[in-house]
């Protein structure tokens, strides 16, 4: 299974499919011969502020300092949207969004309006960690299997905390416990030992000495 990643790992599947988002964004400047960037249009060349989508990973390989296309925050990060996650962050569908949201949104933090984003999707983030705990009590992998409401991050959060929390009730009810001494507990154990061999050896020497 492949971990999240928060930075960029070009073996990561999850970044992959991350970065195929198409992201909308507006040409800066007239540019000749890539209007087959715009399935929409069947013009040749694409006109400076033209609208249209493409892939985050070809917006991030863009030169910062000139830049051909500005990129457009989407819809599921605006401050319409933060409103409705203060609202009620757990009521919000975040899968049927985007399956990545949280990394789709990290990824989008070194854009424009970084630090707006990053704390929405840290106060999201916070709020909806309450009900995904309540989840790893109640819910069974089963019943969570159509549940939109978790996007991909919130999911192997789940598995993981369902995952410990069986460990702990085995624990509890001491099935398949297997408790072994430190190696410290060990070593002054065996040393302990030593010592009272030693105690006891030098007593029957002392005992057998005073019956002759």
């Given at each position: 299974?492949n971990?999240p990643?928060y ?5 990561s599947?999850?970044d992959?499919m991350v970065t195929?988002?198409?992201i909308p ?9 890539l209007?087959?960037l715009?399935s929409?249009?069947?013009?040749e060349d694409?006109?400076?502020n033209?609208q249209?989508e493409?892939?985050?990973?070809y917006?991030?390989q ?5 830049p ?9 990060f605006?401050?319409?949207y933060k409103e409705?996650y203060?609202a009620?962050?757990n009521?919000?569908?975040l ?10 949104g990290m ?6 309006a ?15 960690v309450?009900?995904?705990k309540d989840?790893?009590?109640?819910v069974?992998?089963e ?9 991909h991050?919130?999911r192997?959060l789940?598995?993981v905390g369902s ?13 398949a416990?297997?408790?072994?001494s430190?190696e410290?507990v060990?070593?002054h154990?065996k040393?302990?030992r030593d010592?009272l061999?030693g105690?006891e050896g ?5 005992s ?5």
């Amino acid at each position: 299974m492949n971990n999240p990643s928060y930075y960029p790992n070009y073996y990561s599947i999850d970044d992959i499919m991350v970065t195929q988002e198409r992201i909308p964004c507006r040409a800066l400047r007239s540019l000749e011969k890539l209007g087959f960037l715009d399935s929409s249009e069947k013009s040749e060349d694409l006109e400076n502020n033209q609208q249209l989508e493409l892939p985050l990973w070809y917006l991030s390989q863009q030169d910062e300092r000139n830049p051909d296309f500005g990129l457009q925050v989407p819809d599921i990060f605006t401050s319409a949207y933060k409103e409705i996650y203060k609202a009620d962050a757990n009521y919000v569908e975040l899968g049927r969004l985007n399956k990545f949201y949280y990394d789709l949104g990290m990824n989008l933090c070194k854009f424009e309006a970084g630090d707006d984003l990053a704390e929405m999707l840290h106060d999201t983030a916070k709020e909806r960690v309450k009900g995904l705990k309540d989840l790893c009590n109640n819910v069974s992998n089963e019943n969570l299997v159509d549940n939109k409401k978790l996007e991909h991050m919130e999911r192997m959060l789940y598995e993981v905390g369902s995952r410990s929390r069986k460990m702990f009730a085995d624990w509890l009810q001491e099935k398949a416990v297997n408790i072994k001494s430190t190696e410290l507990v060990t070593n002054h154990r065996k040393r302990k030992r030593d010592v009272l061999d030693g105690d006891e050896g030098g007593s029957s020497q002392a005992s057998q000495r005073s019956s002759m």
